[in-house]
C-alpha cells in the first residue's frame, strides 16, 4: 500500500482504520494462523525489549533528548510503531476495544490516586 492509497493526516488515523490495515497485511500473507494471542504477546514483548534497549544505558538527561539524533529518533519511532501494531493485532484477536480500555484504566487510577489537593 502506497502512501497514496492511504493519505491520512495523522490526525486523521483510528485504531480501527490501522487496525484493519494490520489485519489485511497479515492476511495477505497467509499470517493469521500464527497472530494467536499467545504469539502476539510474546512479540509485543520482544518489541518492547528492543524500545528498551535504545535507552538501556543512556542517562536520564541522555534520554529526555534521545529525538535529537535523528538516527536515533528513527529507532525510537520503528519500535514504537511495532509495539504500537502487535498490541493493536492482540487487541483484535482478543475484542479489547484499546481506547475504551484505556479510558476505563484512566478513570479507575484517577479514583485510586486522587491528587493532592
Same mark, same amino acid.
Given at each position: ?5 492511504h ?7 483510528d485504531?480501527?482504520?490501522?487496525? %484493519?490495515?494490520?489485519? @489485511?497485511? +497479515?492476511a ?10 499467545k504469539?502476539?504477546?510474546? $512479540? ?6 528492543e ?7 543512556l ?15 528513527? %529507532?525510537?519511532?520503528? @519500535?514504537? +510503531? ?15 476495544? $484499546?481506547?475504551a480500555?484505556?479510558?476505563a ?13
Amino acid at each position: 500500500m502506497t502512501d497514496q492509497e492511504h493519505p491520512e493526516e495523522p490526525g486523521q488515523l483510528d485504531v480501527a482504520e490501522l487496525q %484493519r490495515r494490520l489485519a @489485511e497485511f +497479515a492476511a495477505a500473507r497467509n499470517w493469521q494462523p500464527f497472530h494467536t494471542p499467545k504469539n502476539l504477546v510474546s $512479540a509485543l514483548s520482544v518489541e518492547a525489549s528492543e524500545l528498551v534497549e535504545i535507552f538501556q544505558w543512556l542517562t536520564p538527561e541522555e534520554s529526555a533528548r534521545v529525538m535529537d539524533d535523528p538516527d536515533t529518533a528513527h %529507532r525510537v519511532t520503528d @519500535e514504537v +510503531a511495532d509495539v504500537l501494531a502487535y498490541l493493536l493485532q492482540l487487541c483484535e484477536v482478543l475484542g479489547i476495544d $484499546a481506547l475504551a480500555a484505556l479510558a476505563a484504566k484512566i478513570d479507575r487510577n484517577e479514583r485510586r490516586f486522587p491528587a493532592p489537593e
